[in-house]
């Protein structure tokens, strides 16, 4: 079993930064691919960025490309998201999301991931 405790959120300004951290219980921590989903009032779950269990390749989803960057530090069995030039759309609640390397590479997809953390709230005002 893997537990997942983010933190990090809070509430900043548009153009502000937050950088969220997703610490993990897992011994084998960098044998899993570690993604950040997000999700907004009234809208469904969606997929922010992922970050492979070797070779660190990073995937992102369109709308954060340029501004968000996710890293690991296998040591510290912490993933992180820096999250620049924020944007009132940014507005959600941000989950971290775990999986063991053999759940396959649809990094996007929810159905990867079976391991979530509680989330953090990440508000950004106008």
């Known amino acids: 079993q893997v537990q997942l405790v983010e933190s990090g959120g809070g509430l900043v300004q548009a153009g502000g930064s937050l950088r969220l951290s997703c610490a993990a219980s897992a011994r084998t921590f960098s044998t899993y691919t570690v993604g950040w989903f997000r999700q907004a009032p009234g809208k469904e779950r969606e997929f922010v960025a992922a970050?492979?269990?070797?070779?660190?390749?990073?995937y992102y989803t369109d709308s954060v490309k340029g501004r968000f960057t996710i890293s690991r530090d296998n040591v510290k069995n912490t993933v992180y998201l820096q999250m620049n030039t924020l944007k009132p759309e940014d507005t959600a609640v941000y989950y971290c999301?775990?999986?063991?390397?053999?759940?396959?590479?649809?990094?996007?997809?929810?159905?990867?991931?079976?391991?979530w953390g509680q989330g953090t709230q990440v508000t950004v005002s106008s």
């Open positions: 999301a775990a999986a063991p390397f053999y759940r396959g590479s649809d990094y996007a997809g929810l159905a990867t991931y079976n391991y």
């Open positions: 970050i492979s269990w070797i070779g660190g390749f990073t």
